[in-house]
């Protein structure tokens, strides 16, 4: 989904002092606001095309081809979310971003891109409406909260939707992959064969539901991650609402 949400811990004036020394500088910080910016608007980009596409023709199938290269540049800018947590400019897991940003941009090129028979299927708009609206709020939040004017609305949505959106780009995900596999077979595509001289072979179509599997024990970790973060960070922010 998308990279693991801050988290909200009671209010101490030694840890706030703490988390202050470890948070990013000012041109950090700047170049940071400028970054979800963009990506905010990139992704507000394809939540308006998608809307005029569907406007236009008056039905959603092929709506993927309207929005196809915005989609490609912006899911392809996350890869550098992997870069901000290796040099240390934020504070999450570097194999967690990792993941969580290269299993879409394999999604978005080494499937939806590579086999273009999947791209009318009504999976690829399952997962590319739930990126979208997952994309603008997630980036809209760590907008805010570097400004340190983070909206409680912003927040709530960053911490409820992902009930639904999260199940759903999984489904479009696990569904565009299940429809590209008989293309990937028959066309060989990606898979190397013996013999050659490096005595190595392997078998796209096979690494897809490898793929596919690994969906089984990763999806309820990361999700139920994602409902305690929504336990802790919300609780705190209704208890203090509550106080002031």
């Not at 912003?154 to 696990?174: C, D, H, Q, S």
């Not at 309820?220 to 994602?226: D, G």
Request: glycine share 6%; with cysteine.
């Amino acid at each position: 989904m998308s990279a693991p949400a801050m988290g909200t811990s009671k209010t101490a004036h030694t840890d706030s002092s703490h988390k202050k020394k470890k948070g990013p500088g000012t041109l950090a910080t700047a170049y940071l606001v400028i970054y979800n910016v963009v990506m905010t608007a990139g992704w507000l980009v394809i939540a308006v095309g998608l809307v005029r596409a569907y406007l236009a023709r008056g039905s959603y199938h092929g709506l993927y081809y309207s929005i196809e290269k915005p989609l490609k540049y912006f899911q392809t800018g996350a890869l550098l979310e992997i870069l901000h947590c290796a040099v240390g400019i934020v504070p999450s897991s570097v194999v967690l971003t990792g993941f969580q940003v290269m299993s879409r941009v394999f999604l978005t090129w080494a499937v939806t891109h590579s086999v273009r028979e999947v791209q009318s299927e009504d999976s690829v708009l399952l997962f590319v409406v739930a990126w979208t609206v997952t994309e603008i709020i997630r980036y809209s939040f760590y907008t805010f909260s570097l400004l340190n004017h983070l909206p409680y609305l912003i927040k709530w949505a960053r911490y409820t939707f992902f009930f639904v959106l999260y199940p759903m780009g999984v489904a479009g995900e696990l569904l565009t992959i299940y429809a590209a596999l008989p293309y990937v077979q028959k066309t060989g595509l990606y898979s190397i064969t013996l013999p050659n001289n490096y005595n190595f072979s392997f078998d796209y179509h096979t690494f897809l539901i490898l793929v596919m599997i690994s969906y089984i024990p990763l999806f309820p970790q990361l999700y139920f991650h994602m409902i305690r973060q929504r336990k802790k960070v919300l609780g705190h922010v209704e208890e203090y609402s509550k106080v002031e």
